[in-house]
T-cell receptor
Framework: QKEVEQDPGPLSVPEGAIVSLNCTYS??????FMWYRQYSRKGPELLMY????GNKEDGRFTAQVDKSSKYISLFIRDSQPSDSATYLC????????FGAGTTVTVRA | DTAVSQTPKYLVTQMGNDKSIKCEQN?????MYWYKQDSKKFLKIMFS???????INETVPNRFSPKSPDKAHLNLHINSLELGDSAVYFC??????????????FGSGTQLSVL
């Protein structure tokens, strides 16, 4: 069993919809939780970063961490076609472990 | 200016060949990495390297070797290529090592196809 499990997708949503992405993990030692966004034929780029349980907002993006349930989520509000990408969750233990990624397509 | 650049972008080669992928970062970072992304988008670290320490993921075959001529470069050499080596290889860098909250900057990837 992988340490980090991510909903595989793909997801296709209409423009303006809320996108919900989820990861679960088994390693209680994970301390830092991140979401990376990867556009087609590009390298991943850090989108959100959080340390503690709770919510963190950045514009249309909200990262949520529930350490007791070993569950993290990323929400994208008012999704735009430019949000179409693969989203990877990542966690540090201290080494970085990535989820397999969820590909999201936002239809105009 | 590209922060982390790697070449070539595409590499198609025959089984058994030896090939190299080059990586350069102009961010002044101390640590560089090589990641492998398979066809299912699963991203896995291969090496992390700074001027003091090379950390090798134990699952990486010894046909793969990183070579760093200086702090700004970390090249990946692959000997005796196998079909299973086909993947996208990403170079990355960070100010420190990923043992804290350092942000990784990735290159655009090299798609390796072994025939």
């Amino acid at each position: 069993q992988k340490e980090v499990e991510q909903d595989p997708g793909p997801l296709s949503v209409p423009e303006g919809a809320i996108v919900s992405l989820n990861c679960t993990y088994s390693n209680s030692a994970f301390q830092y939780f991140m979401w990376y966004r990867q556009y087609s034929r590009k390298g991943p780029e850090l989108l959100m970063y959080t340390y503690s349980s709770g919510n963190k907002e950045d514009g249309r993006f909200t990262a949520q961490v529930d350490k007791s349930s070993k569950y993290i989520s990323l929400f994208i509000r008012d999704s735009q076609p430019s949000d179409s990408a693969t989203y990877l969750c990542a966690m540090k233990d201290p080494e970085l472990s990535f989820g397999a990624g969820t590909t999201v397509t936002v239809r105009a | 200016d590209t922060a982390v650049s790697q070449t070539p972008k595409y590499l198609v080669t025959q089984m058994g060949n030896d090939k190299s992928i080059k990586c350069e970062q102009n961010l002044g970072h101390d640590t560089m990495y090589w990641y492998k992304q398979d066809s299912k988008k699963f991203l896995k670290i291969m090496f992390s390297y700074n001027n003091k320490e090379l950390i090798i993921n134990e699952t990486v075959p010894n046909r793969f070797s990183p070579k760093s001529p200086d702090k700004a470069h970390l090249n990946l050499h692959i000997n005796s290529l196998e079909l299973g080596d086909s993947a996208v290889y990403f170079c990355a860098s960070s100010q420190g090592q990923t043992r804290g909250n350092e942000k990784l900057f990735f290159g655009s990837g090299t798609q390796l196809s072994v025939l």
